[in-house]
């Protein structure tokens, strides 16, 4: 029997579907009393686990043979601690016009999170970069955000009057990086159980993300904070977020171009450089906000949807660059790269990385 695939032509990727699933069924069916008790406690473990198989999973020695490309990674790692936020400082200006309070500090967490590891790694391959410079660079940046956004958290979302505190940061030692420092050290027993169930363990990934969504927006429905938002909020958040990743996907392409790099490089760049990772945000959120989370990771969500169907479009635009195309023929020929980008099939973009990274 064939197996059913989720259609090409769909731009909705299926995964922020039952997320917002998810959403609605906190809506009406919200966790309360004894239920919330156990639903936050399971929220725990599963982020606890989530971070210990994340550690598992990234291999060391890639990690150390990628520095060679290390002003790559730099760049990326600007883009995403850097820039980022200081173009979340910029947008305090919107709040209260455009955004709420609350809002506000959701799209400044936003800022904060590292970027994806696997949309960035399909997206690269589509538009014919440097898919290996990709790989290490998501990596990198999802290692680095485990300690640099709790501190960044504990500096921007303090001063501007967020719900960070000590005790946030002693969480996020505990439910964050200690689990991950504890996949890392087992890696060597574990490694080959974790690559062999890599699919299977794909779906605890994603359901345990789903527990953490669910457990933060039936908080946020037993306390009536929904009642902050209004659809007018909403579409002013929407118009906030598109401008951030426009002025983002530019800086990466066109800074890329002005520090030297090549098309391969500058893609890796721009697609690692202009994303932000729901997986690793969310678990974040719900240890950073605790009963706040559902309005802080609203922006992640909206963001995270919308930086899968534009950079699906460009991907598909720099995949039919008479330079890739060449590069592409080059390959088939067994003519040697000039710019060490790999040579990748057109795919379907949105499709390829259906993984909520």
């Not at 200081?86 to 016009?97: F, M, S």
């Amino acid at each position: 029997m064939k197996r059913l695939q989720w259609p090409s032509w769909m731009p909705i990727d299926p995964y922020i579907l039952l997320l917002l699933g998810t959403v609605g069924l906190a809506a009406l069916l919200p966790a309360r009393d004894v239920g919330a008790d156990v639903a936050s406690g399971a929220s725990t473990a599963a982020i606890a686990f989530l971070f210990f198989l994340y550690g598992a999973r990234l291999s060391t020695r890639e990690a150390l043979d990628g520095l060679r490309h290390w002003r790559l990674h730099v760049t990326v790692l600007a883009c995403t601690f850097v820039v980022f936020p200081l173009l979340g400082l910029a947008a305090r200006g919107l709040e209260p016009v455009f955004l709420t309070h609350d809002l506000y500090t959701g799209l400044l967490f936003l800022t904060l999170v590292p970027s994806t590891i696997q949309s960035s790694i399909a997206f690269t391959s589509i538009a014919r970069g440097n898919v290996p410079a990709a790989i290490c660079a998501g990596s990198f940046s999802s290692l680095a955000g485990i300690v640099v956004t709790p501190l960044l958290a504990a500096v921007l979302l303090g001063s501007s009057g967020g719900r960070f505190s000590a005790d946030s940061l002693v969480k996020i030692v505990l439910q964050l990086l200690v689990p991950f420092l504890a996949g890392q050290l087992l890696r060597r027993w574990i490694g080959g159980f974790i690559t062999r169930h890599k699919k299977v363990l794909g779906y605890v990934d994603r359901g345990s993300i789903l527990l953490v969504v669910y457990t933060a927006f039936s908080e946020g429905m037993v306390q009536g904070i929904w009642h902050q938002v209004s659809v007018v909020r909403l579409g002013g958040l929407l118009l906030v977020e598109a401008l951030l990743l426009a002025v983002m996907l530019a800086l990466t392409w066109y800074g890329g171009k002005a520090l030297g790099f090549g098309r391969g490089d500058r893609i890796a760049i721009q697609f690692a450089g202009s994303k932000k990772s729901l997986a690793s945000g969310l678990p974040m959120a719900s240890v950073l906000f605790g009963a706040h989370a559902s309005l802080a990771v609203l922006p992640l969500m909206l963001f995270h949807q919308m930086q899968l169907m534009v950079c699906a479009v460009i991907a598909k635009r720099r995949a039919r660059d008479p330079e890739a195309i060449e590069a592409a023929g080059d390959a088939a020929a067994g003519w040697p790269a000039t710019d060490r980008t790999p040579g990748a099939g057109p795919r379907t973009a949105v499709g390829t990385a259906r993984r909520s990274d």
